[in-house]
């Protein structure tokens, strides 16, 4: 069974909407990491968090340590955010990653 | 802005064959990590070098080795290539500062085992 498992697995949303990516994780964790895939494969780094919420631009990343969930949100979705959104927890050097969410904003 | 390059973005290699994956990053960071991606399965972590030298075995190093001799540059090795090994090959560099860290990736290597 994966450690992280990441829902859903694909959305689809019209442009505007808000978007939400749930990561929920079973292992102890020192942080959590969201990740952006484009097609294509080049992957950005989004936000790294080890508590309490992170904001940039459009994008907002929250975690609750207790619960060992975090979520992803998209607010005024655009097309251009169209990508595959991975999350991955670990400590030090060594992460697990979900298997990523494919995301379609359509116009 | 960092830079993560990798030798090649595309590769057809055959069984059996010696393949080195290389990986130049331009920021001066001490970690570096290679990670292959496979549909359903995600992203795995091969290995990690924490500095010149220094390495660490991933999740799935079977099959694999690591060459870390100048900071910047960070070698993947395929001794033997075998089909099983077809995947994307995604090579990070990490900067850890202020309690925050962020990993810059490179675009990746398709590689391709017949």
């Known amino acids: 069974k994966n450690e992280v498992e990441q829902s859903p697995q694909n959305l689809t949303a019209q442009e505007g909407e808000f978007i939400t990516i749930n990561c929920s994780y079973s292992?102890?964790?020192?942080?959590l990491h969201w990740l952006q895939q484009h097609p294509g494969g080049g992957i950005v780094s989004l936000f790294m968090?080890?508590?309490g919420k992170k904001k940039h631009g459009r994008l907002i990343a929250t975690i609750n340590i207790q619960e060992k969930h975090s979520s992803l949100h998209i607010t005024a979705s655009h097309p251009r955010d169209s990508a595959v959104y991975i999350c991955?927890?670990?400590?030090?050097?060594?992460?697990?990653f979900g298997k990523g969410t494919l995301l379609t904003v359509n116009p | 802005d960092v830079k993560v390059t990798q030798s090649s973005r595309y590769l057809v290699k055959r069984t059996g064959e010696k393949v080195f994956l290389e990986c130049v990053q331009d920021m001066d960071h001490e970690n570096m990590f290679w990670y292959r991606q496979d549909p359903g399965l995600g992203l795995r972590l091969i290995y990690f070098s924490y500095d010149v030298k220094m390495k660490e075995k991933g999740d799935i190093p079977e099959g694999y080795s690591v060459s870390r001799e100048k900071k910047e540059r960070f070698s993947l090795i395929l001794e033997s290539a075998s089909t099983n090994q077809t995947s994307m090959y995604l090579c990070?560099?990490?900067?850890?500062?202020?309690?925050?860290?962020?990993?810059?990736f490179g675009p990746g290597t398709r590689l391709l085992v017949l």
């Open positions: 968090l080890s508590s």
């Open positions: 990070a560099s990490r900067l850890r500062a202020g309690g925050q860290e962020t990993q810059y």
């Open positions: 292992v102890g964790i020192s942080a």
């Open positions: 991955g927890g670990g400590s030090n050097y060594k992460l697990t």
